[in-house]
């Protein structure tokens, strides 16, 4: 099984004149249209994302509930800080 490269898109004419578009023809780059903005296979990215989310979610609670923990401890055992 193949996959076929995505289709480049089209220059829109709308967009000519914005900055992006201007600092890319004034650098000389071969097509005035910087593409990007919409990810094409947006499912796909966000299922490749998905553990990255779990992981920072994680990270996340196990700093703030270790927070909570060693504040409660630290005022148990009476340690001034």
């Known amino acids: 099984m193949t996959e076929t ?4 898109l089209p220059p829109d004419p ?3 004149d914005e900055y992006r578009n201007v600092a890319a023809r004034r650098r000389g780059l071969e097509q005035p249209y910087i593409a990007g903005g919409d990810d094409p ?8 994302e998905r553990p990255y ?13 270790g927070g909570f923990i060693l504040g409660f401890a630290t005022a148990i055992l009476g340690v001034p800080l």
């Not at 490269?5 to 480049?8: D, E, I």
């Not at 296979?41 to 299922?47: A, D, I, N, S, Y």
């Open 53 to 65: 989310v779990r992981l920072l979610v994680g990270m996340v609670l196990v700093i703030v509930l």
């Open 14 to 16: 709308g967009k000519y």
């Open 5 to 8: 490269p995505p289709t480049p």
């Open 41 to 48: 296979e947006l499912g796909e990215t966000l299922t490749h």
